[in-house]
């Protein structure tokens, strides 16, 4: 019998692997602190692999594709959605997590699963929906909602907190450098791609962009996203911490704000806006008045009327809602 030119790879050779090769601050999958119901471990698959696995097959990462980056329901083949936002946010949280030693598994489950929750329309959709909940309605907690209930897949508590807390706007900051991973990855992205976007509709041209982005990050394009990574990682390596150099990060947050003048929130887009907010609000209504209409699968004992319909428009692509909507009359 020959030798296989092959070998097993179990998921205890990882777990070795992660333990002798990450950096110490890196998470190691046998230090997890596990799932809300304990399961037998995997044969091949680490806990941050097998959540990987998990959100990349859910129904709620598939809907991914008919949901809005920035422009509505676009009809050109080459708009930025939040399914090509989320492998890109992907891409780039695991070329980090890479590039400092950290557990690149993990980073990919938390970018994979962040924007699961996103309402359709984009963040005009949080916007639309914030008056029917406590407080503000956001796509962070939505996503770990329909992990742990819409669609549980009983995540580890990493995954679950990389995903909560993977906005800036969200105060209780990642728990684990691979969480801060996607927080970066997440801004690096969508501030990247939205630019490109923006572009080819017509809405900026290159020579609007601010001059400290271009002296920082070089022609706008790919060199975008090395020139951005290579700021995390560099300083990050320096400092300990995942965080970004300082210029760089100035020159982001002004890229930032010139994108939210200019395109998110430009004054043209605001019958969009409003149309958007109409579609969903009429919606939700529609939902409270006629919750035998809700799909069972959004019939969940520890939700109220509200919360149902809430939770089942949130989870509208931006093709079906228009669809929904229009047939109400």
Same mark, same amino acid.
């Given at each position: 019998?020959?030798?296989?030119?092959?070998?097993?790879?179990?998921?205890?050779?990882?777990?070795?692997?992660?333990?002798?090769?990450?950096?110490?601050?890196?998470?190691?999958?046998?230090?997890?602190?596990?799932?809300?119901?304990?399961?037998?471990?995997?044969?091949?698959?680490?806990?941050?692999?097998?959540?990987?696995?998990?959100?990349?097959?859910?129904?709620?990462?598939?809907?991914?594709?008919?949901?809005?980056?920035?422009?509505?329901?676009?009809?050109?083949?080459?708009?930025?959605?939040?399914?090509?936002?989320?492998?890109?946010?992907?891409?780039?949280?695991?070329?980090?997590?890479?590039?400092?030693?950290?557990?690149?598994?993990?980073?990919?489950?938390?970018?994979?699963?962040?924007?699961?929750?996103?309402?359709?329309?984009?963040?005009?959709?949080?916007?639309?929906?914030?008056?029917?909940?406590?407080?503000?309605?956001?796509?962070?907690?939505?996503?770990?909602?329909?992990?742990?209930?819409?669609?549980?897949?009983? &995540? /580890?508590?990493? @995954?679950? $907190?990389?995903? #909560? *807390?993977?906005?800036?706007?969200?105060?209780?900051? !990642? +728990?684990?450098?691979?969480?801060?991973?996607?927080?970066?990855?997440?801004?690096?992205?969508? &501030? /990247?791609?939205? @630019?490109? $976007?923006?572009? #080819? *509709?017509?809405?900026?041209?290159?020579?609007?962009? !601010? +001059?400290?982005?271009?002296?920082?990050?070089?022609?706008?394009?790919?060199?975008?996203?090395?020139?951005?990574?290579?700021?995390?990682?560099?300083?990050?390596?320096?400092?300990?911490?995942?965080?970004?150099? !300082?210029?760089?990060?100035?020159?982001?947050?002004?890229?930032?704000?010139?994108?939210?003048?200019?395109?998110?929130?430009?004054?043209?887009?605001?019958?969009?806006?409003?149309?958007?907010?109409?579609?969903?609000?009429?919606?939700?209504?529609?939902?409270?008045?006629?919750?035998?209409?809700?799909?069972?699968?959004?019939?969940?004992?520890?939700?109220?009327?509200?919360?149902?319909?809430?939770?089942?428009?949130?989870?509208?692509?931006?093709?079906?809602?228009?669809?929904?909507?229009?047939?109400?009359?």
């Amino acid at each position: 019998m020959s030798e296989s030119d092959l070998a097993h790879r179990t998921r205890e050779d990882v777990e070795l692997w992660e333990a002798e090769h990450l950096a110490p601050a890196a998470t190691r999958s046998v230090d997890s602190a596990g799932r809300a119901r304990p399961e037998e471990p995997d044969r091949y698959r680490t806990v941050f692999e097998r959540d990987r696995d998990r959100i990349l097959h859910s129904k709620a990462f598939r809907r991914l594709k008919h949901k809005t980056q920035v422009f509505m329901n676009p009809d050109g083949d080459h708009f930025v959605t939040r399914l090509t936002h989320t492998l890109q946010v992907t891409q780039i949280g695991r070329a980090l997590a890479r590039y400092m030693g950290l557990n690149e598994s993990l980073a990919e489950a938390i970018c994979l699963g962040h924007d699961v929750g996103h309402s359709p329309f984009g963040h005009t959709g949080e916007d639309a929906l914030t008056p029917y909940v406590e407080g503000e309605w956001h796509h962070a907690a939505q996503s770990v909602r329909i992990f742990d209930v819409l669609e549980p897949l009983n &995540l /580890t508590w990493e @995954v679950r $907190d990389g995903i #909560r *807390a993977h906005s800036w706007r969200v105060k209780l900051p !990642p +728990a684990t450098p691979e969480g801060y991973c996607c927080r970066f990855a997440d801004r690096i992205a969508y &501030l /990247t791609h939205d @630019v490109d $976007d923006a572009v #080819r *509709a017509g809405v900026i041209k290159l020579d609007d962009l !601010p +001059a400290v982005a271009i002296t920082c990050f070089g022609p706008a394009g790919p060199r975008w996203i090395e020139s951005m990574i290579e700021a995390v990682v560099d300083e990050s390596v320096d400092r300990g911490v995942v965080v970004m150099d !300082p210029e760089a990060l100035d020159a982001m947050n002004l890229l930032r704000d010139f994108m939210f003048d200019r395109v998110y929130l430009r004054p043209e887009a605001e019958d969009q806006r409003t149309r958007a907010i109409e579609i969903i609000r009429d919606l939700v209504e529609h939902y409270i008045a006629h919750p035998e209409k809700v799909p069972p699968t959004y019939q969940h004992d520890d939700a109220d009327g509200v919360t149902r319909a809430v939770d089942y428009v949130s989870g509208m692509t931006d093709r079906f809602a228009i669809r929904e909507w229009e047939q109400l009359g």
